[in-house]
């Protein structure tokens, strides 16, 4: 089960979610109010967002905050930002905290030669292919690069057109020991929750974390399957 712990960056404001910043709140609250808070990590919060998360809950007993840049505003002074997350490479003038950067596969090593981490996007406009994910997860292992991944990752075993996060653990597990794509791809594509893992704390040194608007929904899940 050490493949799960802090798996889930929180991110009720997005779809498809989409909730008020109150509402995102107190969605995030019961989530870590519940017996299996443990799977939480981060807050997600867009960065034109987070003055009104602070008039809304004050930074006193936030949780740390991962904030999108969808605007390129100053950080507020004693906000619990632990991470920044933003689509292409890394520039400079950023705050000194952990950055992810949303990148196609080809521009992954600029990301690594910055220090910086990566990040998948898996639903949206597009849903990459099992095998576009397999050539990330083995540039990302080559590289020493941690990503994380999310849209459409609220389900835990893959379906019709969405990805499922116990089959990046089990990849992500895979990669750390040197497999090719072609068995990523395979385990990627599986859809027999039987033939999947949890993964383990040494693979989410590679694959950090998932980002999902839902918390209810993976937690049901597992449970679903007598994981939880």
């Known amino acids: 089960m050490e493949g799960l712990e802090r ?3 929180h991110a009720p404001m997005f779809p498809p979610a989409s909730l008020d910043v109150r509402g995102a709140i107190m969605e995030d609250a019961r989530a870590r109010r519940s017996e299996h808070a443990w799977m939480l990590a981060r807050f997600v919060c ?3 967002k987070l003055r009104e998360l602070e008039a809304e809950m004050g930074w006193a007993d936030a949780p740390g ?3 999108i840049l969808d605007e390129d505003v100053p950080l507020p002074p004693g906000a619990p930002v632990e991470a920044i997350e933003m689509v292409g490479p890394p520039r400079p003038g950023l705050p000194d905290v952990e950055l992810f950067c ?4 080809e521009a992954l090593d600029a990301v690594a030669a910055a220090g910086a981490k990566a990040k998948l996007r898996c639903g949206g406009a597009t849903v990459p292919t099992v095998e576009e994910v397999a050539a990330f997860f083995a540039a990302a292992r080559d590289l020493k690069l941690a990503f994380k991944a999310t849209a459409g990752l609220h ?3 893959r379906g019709e057109g969405e990805h499922g996060f116990l089959n990046f653990l089990t990849a992500a597990e895979l990669a750390r020991d040197g497999a090719g794509e072609a068995e990523l791809a395979e385990v990627l594509a599986r859809t027999d929750p039987e033939a999947l893992g949890t993964g383990s704390a040494a693979a989410r040194e590679l694959f950090v974390s998932i980002g999902s ?3 209810s929904e993976p937690v049901e899940d597992l449970r679903a399957l007598g994981i939880l």
């Open 7 to 9: 798996l889930i960056d």
């Open 46 to 48: 867009p960065a034109s």
């Open 65 to 67: 905050l991962s904030v």
């Open 102 to 105: 949303e990148v196609p596969v």
């Open 155 to 157: 389900h835990p075993v």
């Open 213 to 215: 608007c839902s918390f």
